[in-house]
């Protein structure tokens, strides 16, 4: 049988704010996950529309099509295009499992929730020529379950191409996450087991690895068997995780002693009553500054996630936001702005609030505001967060973070990492367009490596900046980076 999966593009990837890494960081693991489950003589091709152009000539029998919220325009333009040639089309994802009644119209066979269940009993019905319209996930387990089809990934074309997830899911119940909607009818937390997890990753070429998983540290007793597990493989890797579990005690020693080198951390809000409102519970009361400080002793970089527009927040939450993250130290920043997915608590409080302003799914990117705020404009949320990218990311904010540490090595590791992810899009767009991202994941170790590593390798004139005094940072060190990077300090508003 010939299969085509396809992930197509999100909406954003293809606009002027597009940020080529950002799209070729990850190939498409939920697809490579579903190619396991085909015969080995299938002929069976994945194609990812943020790395190259979508061959639509081609004639398969089955197509299937992961879909996002906003790629959801783009999956039904390709669908209906492989439809009219008569391959049979399967849509299935996150946006599917929220919104099925306006999949059907474009797909012959739809999926809810994951596809581990599902995606082989339909393969059994269609090989059988009785093929099914929905098929809805209900058995939720890992165990057994057949390797996702990395030969099929196109590596060259992705900077972290060994991401991985060894769980599904997540314990907590935040009212903005997309997760009690997707797992809705089964568990929603469950993990593969250490072994096999270890299995996996001994099998992947190289040092680095990105786990995609929600919230890797969830199961501490599966966590801590992984970490355990994965000491003395000599890892670098990269994860998600929550406040909560960065204060556990024991549980970030291991991660950090088996290669973590810098977690995606929800703080989310600085507002208990945002917390409260959105139930996320497992922040309120949480020390943030103790769990920061505990990252960064351990040589752990943060990537903070914070979201805006929540009902607490005012105009003053942007400047306010940043100027703390800034002064803890935390190397990189994910902003969003609050987004009310359809499928989710937040979504159907908003709507019953009458407070959704639009259903083009282009703009539920986290980057516009589709809702009525409380206490500002929709026009002043959007700003706001623009210009959280813009502070955030100033030299002059970037070396104030990075001379909150002690050693000169940690403070370069923050400018190499925070300097390198947002200040070198000329640099990133055309090693992406010659297609020579793989060839950076050697810098990319190396600057997750830490301090003692990364001292020995910048140039000198790195190093001279390195051991500039605090009262320097903002005018001295600043002037010669930009100096240095051409880029005058601005940051092209990209994100
Ligand atoms: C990798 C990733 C990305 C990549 C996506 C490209 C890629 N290569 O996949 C990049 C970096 C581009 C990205 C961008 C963004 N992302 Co993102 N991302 C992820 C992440 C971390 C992993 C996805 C993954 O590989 N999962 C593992 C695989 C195995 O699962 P899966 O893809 O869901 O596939 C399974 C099922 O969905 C199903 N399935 C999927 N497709 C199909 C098709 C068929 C036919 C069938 C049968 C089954 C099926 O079967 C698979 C196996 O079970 C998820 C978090 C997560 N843990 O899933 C967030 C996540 C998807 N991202 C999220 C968000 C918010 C974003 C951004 C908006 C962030 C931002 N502010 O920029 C943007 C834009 C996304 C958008 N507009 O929708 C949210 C989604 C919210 C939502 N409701 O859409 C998630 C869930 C994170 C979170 N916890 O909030 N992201
Ligand atoms: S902790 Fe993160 S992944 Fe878990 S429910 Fe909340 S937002 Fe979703």
Redesign the pocket.
């Given at each position: 049988m010939k299969v085509k999966?396809i992930?197509p593009a999100?909406?954003?990837?293809k606009s002027p704010h597009w940020r080529p890494i950002?799209?070729s960081?990850?190939?498409?693991?939920?697809?490579?996950?579903?190619a396991g489950y085909l015969d080995e003589d299938d002929e069976v091709e994945i194609q990812?529309e943020?790395v190259e152009t979508l061959n639509l000539d081609d004639e398969p029998e089955l197509v299937?099509?992961?879909?996002?919220?906003?790629?959801a325009r783009r999956a039904y333009e390709l669908a209906e295009h492989y439809r009219a040639k008569g391959a049979h089309v399967?849509?299935?994802?996150?946006?599917?499992?929220?919104l099925p009644q306006e999949a059907a119209h474009h797909a012959d066979?739809?999926?809810l929730?994951?596809?581990?269940d599902?995606?082989p009993a339909?393969l059994a019905d269609f090989r059988a020529g009785r093929p099914g319209k929905v098929?809805r996930?209900s058995v939720r387990t890992l165990e057994g379950i057949p390797r996702?089809r990395r030969d099929l990934i196109k590596r060259r074309l992705y900077l972290a191409p060994n991401?991985l997830?060894v769980s599904?899911?997540?314990p907590h119940h935040c009212d903005f996450?997309?997760?009690d909607?997707?797992f809705q009818g089964g568990r929603s937390f469950y993990t593969q087991t250490a072994d096999a997890a270890l299995a996996e990753i001994e099998q992947l070429p190289g040092r680095h690895l990105f786990f995609?998983?929600?919230n890797l540290f969830g199961d501490v007793r599966f966590a801590e068997a992984l970490f355990d597990g994965m000491r003395g493989m000599g890892r670098l890797w990269q994860a998600?995780g929550t406040v909560e579990a960065a204060l556990r005690p024991g549980l970030l020693e291991k991660a950090a002693a088996c290669g973590l080198r810098s977690l995606f951390v929800g703080f989310e809000t600085l507002d208990p009553l945002n917390l409260k409102a959105q139930h996320k519970v497992h922040n309120l009361d949480r020390d943030y500054a103790a769990a920061i400080r505990r990252l960064h002793d351990l040589g752990v970089m943060i990537n903070g996630s914070f979201v805006f527009g929540m009902d607490e927040d005012d105009e003053s939450v942007f400047d306010r936001t940043v100027e703390w993250a800034v002064g803890q130290g935390i190397e990189t920043a994910?902003?969003?702005v609050l987004?009310p997915?359809?499928?989710?608590a937040l979504y159907e409080r908003m709507a019953a609030q009458g407070r959704i302003t639009t259903h083009d799914w282009d703009l539920?990117?986290?980057?516009h505001a589709v809702f009525r705020p409380t206490r500002m404009t929709p026009e002043v949320l959007e700003a706001g967060y623009w210009r959280a990218y813009r502070e955030f990311y100033r030299w002059g904010a970037i070396l104030r973070a990075a001379w909150t540490k002690e050693r000169v090595a940690e403070r370069l590791r923050h400018l190499a990492y925070a300097g390198g992810w947002k200040k070198f899009e000329p640099l990133w767009d055309v090693v992406i367009r010659t297609q020579q991202v793989s060839g950076f994941q050697p810098l990319l170790e190396t600057v997750l490596k830490g301090w003692q590593e990364i001292s020995r390798e910048p140039s000198m004139a790195i190093q001279k900046i390195g051991r500039f005094g605090r009262q320097d940072v903002d005018g001295r060190a600043a002037s010669l980076l930009d100096r240095m990077f051409l880029d005058g300090g601005t940051w092209r508003g990209r994100?």
């Amino acid at each position: 049988m010939k299969v085509k999966m396809i992930l197509p593009a999100l909406t954003e990837a293809k606009s002027p704010h597009w940020r080529p890494i950002k799209y070729s960081l990850f190939p498409p693991l939920g697809l490579a996950t579903l190619a396991g489950y085909l015969d080995e003589d299938d002929e069976v091709e994945i194609q990812d529309e943020h790395v190259e152009t979508l061959n639509l000539d081609d004639e398969p029998e089955l197509v299937a099509i992961e879909v996002y919220v906003t790629s959801a325009r783009r999956a039904y333009e390709l669908a209906e295009h492989y439809r009219a040639k008569g391959a049979h089309v399967a849509l299935g994802g996150l946006h599917v499992t929220a919104l099925p009644q306006e999949a059907a119209h474009h797909a012959d066979t739809i999926f809810l929730g994951p596809g581990e269940d599902t995606w082989p009993a339909f393969l059994a019905d269609f090989r059988a020529g009785r093929p099914g319209k929905v098929y809805r996930s209900s058995v939720r387990t890992l165990e057994g379950i057949p390797r996702p089809r990395r030969d099929l990934i196109k590596r060259r074309l992705y900077l972290a191409p060994n991401s991985l997830v060894v769980s599904r899911g997540c314990p907590h119940h935040c009212d903005f996450c997309y997760k009690d909607a997707f797992f809705q009818g089964g568990r929603s937390f469950y993990t593969q087991t250490a072994d096999a997890a270890l299995a996996e990753i001994e099998q992947l070429p190289g040092r680095h690895l990105f786990f995609l998983d929600d919230n890797l540290f969830g199961d501490v007793r599966f966590a801590e068997a992984l970490f355990d597990g994965m000491r003395g493989m000599g890892r670098l890797w990269q994860a998600a995780g929550t406040v909560e579990a960065a204060l556990r005690p024991g549980l970030l020693e291991k991660a950090a002693a088996c290669g973590l080198r810098s977690l995606f951390v929800g703080f989310e809000t600085l507002d208990p009553l945002n917390l409260k409102a959105q139930h996320k519970v497992h922040n309120l009361d949480r020390d943030y500054a103790a769990a920061i400080r505990r990252l960064h002793d351990l040589g752990v970089m943060i990537n903070g996630s914070f979201v805006f527009g929540m009902d607490e927040d005012d105009e003053s939450v942007f400047d306010r936001t940043v100027e703390w993250a800034v002064g803890q130290g935390i190397e990189t920043a994910t902003f969003h702005v609050l987004t009310p997915y359809p499928g989710t608590a937040l979504y159907e409080r908003m709507a019953a609030q009458g407070r959704i302003t639009t259903h083009d799914w282009d703009l539920y990117d986290t980057r516009h505001a589709v809702f009525r705020p409380t206490r500002m404009t929709p026009e002043v949320l959007e700003a706001g967060y623009w210009r959280a990218y813009r502070e955030f990311y100033r030299w002059g904010a970037i070396l104030r973070a990075a001379w909150t540490k002690e050693r000169v090595a940690e403070r370069l590791r923050h400018l190499a990492y925070a300097g390198g992810w947002k200040k070198f899009e000329p640099l990133w767009d055309v090693v992406i367009r010659t297609q020579q991202v793989s060839g950076f994941q050697p810098l990319l170790e190396t600057v997750l490596k830490g301090w003692q590593e990364i001292s020995r390798e910048p140039s000198m004139a790195i190093q001279k900046i390195g051991r500039f005094g605090r009262q320097d940072v903002d005018g001295r060190a600043a002037s010669l980076l930009d100096r240095m990077f051409l880029d005058g300090g601005t940051w092209r508003g990209r994100q």
